[in-house]
């Protein structure tokens, strides 16, 4: 029990994902900084950021319910559930549940969810809209990327356990050296864009049009729980993403560089595409991400 508490609290749990998220979140706004020719704040300011907004008031608007406060930690705590299922998954892959990909794939649901709850129920239109938004894009991106993941358990020989699939690149290579590998790839990087919010699918919260869209309302505590479960999302993505397709070797001398790797390749997507609308949006995810997870599906299948 001891065990169980110190693995979802401190390592690899909440404690240490949110450590590296935050160091996540500050590596995107250097590289974003330095892409505009800006200085970008130091690596202290996200933690800074967080704490200022735990000590600040926490404003409810008139007449909301309690799903107004609770949404937040819903979000925070199905994140905090995935980093440390994939955390246990890199450190002993043995001791992992059969089907905790299954269950990370519902829960990586569960954050763009609870913010629909919590926009919905602060009565706002402003973040109506965004919550509207929000919905249409999980509608949007889920199918491709739930088809990509199909592909990927299909090349492991069907593991739907993260042990299977390390053990199977292991003993062969890389899921992403193979045919079926890279459509799924490349579908799962557009997928977690929008499961991030970056852009150009940062259309829930567009600041020019709706401000802060599904936040608008948050502030103090119930809002800097929504800023760190942004940040563990910066963290458990790339990971997923490095274990289901790069994952021949996730010793730390090597997990670094491949999170690092996606990490970039999102922060350089994020500042060299304006925001799309909905409808275009929901048309591209429609069309070419489909199509290549479904191409990824009939590879795998046929041994590509």
């Given amino acids: ?57 926490t404003i409810v608007p008139q007449g909301v319910r309690a799903t107004f406060l609770i949404a937040p930690c819903i979000g925070l705590l199905s994140v905090v559930l995935v980093a440390a299922i994939l955390g246990q998954a890199i ?22 969810i609870s913010s629909v709850i919590g926009a919905f129920a602060s009565r706002n239109p402003l973040a109506s809209i965004g919550a509207s938004r929000e919905i249409k894009m999980i509608i ?15 090349k492991s020989a069907g593991a739907i ?12 290579h890389s899921t992403a050296l193979s045919l079926s590998g890279i459509l799924a790839l490349i579908v799962c990087i557009f997928s977690v864009q929008a499961k991030l919010g970056f852009a150009p699918f940062d259309i829930s919260e567009a600041e020019q049009e709706l401000m802060a869209g599904v936040l608008i309302e948050y502030s103090g505590a119930a809002l800097a729980v929504f800023k760190l479960t942004k ?22 001398g090597f997990l670094v560089p491949k999170f690092l790797l996606f990490l970039i390749i999102a922060v350089l997507i994020k500042n060299t595409n304006p925001r799309l609308r909905v409808d275009q949006a929901v048309r591209f995810f429609w ?18």
């Fill in 140 to 154: 949007a991106y889920e199918l491709p990327f739930l088809l990509a993941v199909v592909a990927v358990i299909v």
């Fill in 1 to 57: 029990m001891i065990k169980l508490l110190f693995n979802y609290l401190i390592f690899p749990g909440f404690l240490f994902a949110a450590t590296a998220g935050l160091f996540a979140c500050w590596l995107d706004r250097k590289i974003s900084a330095r892409l505009q020719w800006r200085v970008g704040p130091p690596w202290h300011q996200n933690f800074t950021d967080i704490f200022k907004l735990l000590g600040k008031e």
């Fill in 231 to 252: 940040a563990i999302m910066l963290y458990t993505l790339p990971v997923l993403l490095t274990v289901l397709f790069l994952g021949k070797d996730i010793s730390a």
């Fill in 287 to 304: 069309r070419l991400p489909l199509v290549l997870a479904t191409a990824a599906v009939i590879a795998a299948v046929f041994g590509f």
């Fill in 161 to 172: 356990k993260f042990s299977g699939i390390l053990e199977h690149q292991a003993n062969f």
């Fill in 91 to 112: 450190i002993s892959p043995a001791p992992g549940f059969s089907g905790d990909l299954i269950v990370v794939i519902y829960l990586l649901t569960i954050p763009p």
